[in-house]
């Protein structure tokens, strides 16, 4: 009774998350869902506050990421992006440009930094639609997007799912760079391979369409001696990521301190702007991380994850090749169903139920729950993000014609994605 009471507050937490039902935000939903989880699962008082102390990197990461994204815009970053992208020949050149500005961003700063920077900056690139077309999203408004979650297996801090197996599994740089790294850049490259290639179905504003307005006046900001200091700032963050990866420091604080760095920056400069970080910064999400973190934990200890453990269980038997597949395909369906953070937090919680290393059970669920989230709108936050940039420029997109764009060069990335690792493990 215990357990079926549990599994129903999960899943119509789940359901409310994507439903928020009178109006609730994100964050409400989960911590009444969490609370009630809490209460009805043989979970203690002092066993629920231990989960939230032992993930304070992630919320300390979540937080330093909220304060670079405020202080990237202050910086003038974002008007440097569009700046570049509308001197590149409209097209595949420009597209390409995407997908590598989109990399690297996602490589250093996150998934969820990439649509925020690139979106606008497209837009602004791309001078908006030509007449007389119906209005739909540019090609390279979908490799922007489709960069974030492509390229956030690089690095443990690409996407906060990548760090929260990181934290939970004690990889290692080491570690991570021998049997993800290879596996993340092989997705990669066979997802701008895809997206080149064939462009994006659906799209019907082409960008080898000769455009006026924005894109021909842009021209690249002044940005002043903060945006110099931001530049700079980024480029030290890179390298201390990877001082502290190989030293095994928290990388969530790392995020935070350059969060910080660039808020002091605009304390200095004199273009703090309240309202521009009160945009960024949302208490909220660190309380939807906290009370998700409670969920599952409590789910965890009621036994749901039991038929999941079992699953795992045979698939850590089979092959390398079999293993990684079977766990990536799980975490895609679990992370487009649920979105990829609750989806990776089940898994992680799974995997940890049973002693040992269980290395190919590890990189194939972390290919699914970060190149797989990608398959529709749902699956990664960053892609939300996406949608809502998206359509304050005025296009709209529906789930059917993002997953008939995202489904090739998704699929194609993954499957690149476990055969590299397959062979690395």
């Known amino acids: 009774m215990q357990q079926a009471i549990v599994g129903a507050i999960f899943a119509v937490t789940i359901v409310a998350l994507y439903l928020r039902p009178f109006g609730a935000k994100d964050w409400h939903v989960a911590v009444v869902g969490a609370a009630a989880a809490w209460l009805a699962a043989p979970l203690s008082f002092g066993a629920g506050v231990d989960v939230i102390g032992r993930s304070w990197n992630i919320i300390a990461f979540f937080a330093g990421l909220m304060l670079l994204a405020a202080g990237a815009e202050a910086a003038g970053l974002y008007e440097r992006v569009a700046a570049v992208l509308a001197a590149q020949p409209p097209g595949r050149c420009r597209m390409a440009m995407v997908l590598a500005i989109g990399t690297g961003i996602t490589a250093l700063l996150s998934n969820d930094a990439t649509p925020l920077v690139l979106t606008p900056a497209i837009f602004a690139a791309t001078g908006g639609e030509p007449a007389g077309l119906p209005l739909t999203v540019p090609s390279t408004a979908f490799a922007a997007t489709f960069a974030a979650d492509g390229a956030s297996l690089l690095l443990p801090i690409s996407n906060p799912v990548g760090l929260l197996f990181y934290q939970r599994f004690s990889l290692g740089f080491g570690r991570y760079a021998l049997h993800v790294l290879p596996a993340a850049a092989a997705g990669i490259a066979a997802l701008a391979a895809v997206v080149l290639l064939r462009g994006t179905p659906g799209s019907q504003v082409h960008d080898n369409t000769s455009l006026s ?13 903060f945006g110099n200091f931001a530049i700079i700032a980024v480029a030290i963050l890179a390298a201390a990521y990877l001082a502290a990866a190989v030293a095994g420091a928290p990388l969530g604080l790392v995020t935070l301190g350059g969060g910080l760095v660039l808020f002091a920056g605009t304390i200095w400069s004199g273009t703090f ?26 789910a965890a200890s009621a036994g749901l994850l039991d038929r999941l453990s079992d699953l795992f269980g045979y698939l850590d038997d089979r092959p390398a090749l079999v293993t990684i597949v079977g766990a990536a395909v799980v975490a895609t ?28 059970l590890i990189v194939g669920s972390l290919i699914g729950c970060t190149i797989g989230a990608n398959l529709t709108m749902v699956g990664s936050l960053s892609t939300v993000f996406w949608l809502t940039l998206v359509r304050q420029e005025g296009p709209d997109c529906s789930p059917g014609a993002y997953l008939r764009a995202a489904a090739l060069p998704t699929l194609t990335a993954l499957a690149a994605a476990c055969i590299v690792a397959a062979i690395t493990l």
């Open 273 to 298: 702007d309240r309202e521009r970080y009160l945009l960024h910064i949302s208490p909220g999400l660190l309380i939807f991380v906290c009370a998700l973190l409670v969920l599952v934990q409590a």
């Open 333 to 360: 369906a679990l992370s487009n169903l649920m979105n990829n953070w609750p989806a990776a937090l089940v898994l992680a919680a799974t995997i940890a139920l049973q002693p040992g290393q269980h290395g190919a």
């Open 213 to 225: 307005g924005p894109a021909q006046s842009l021209v690249p900001p002044e940005g002043g001696a």
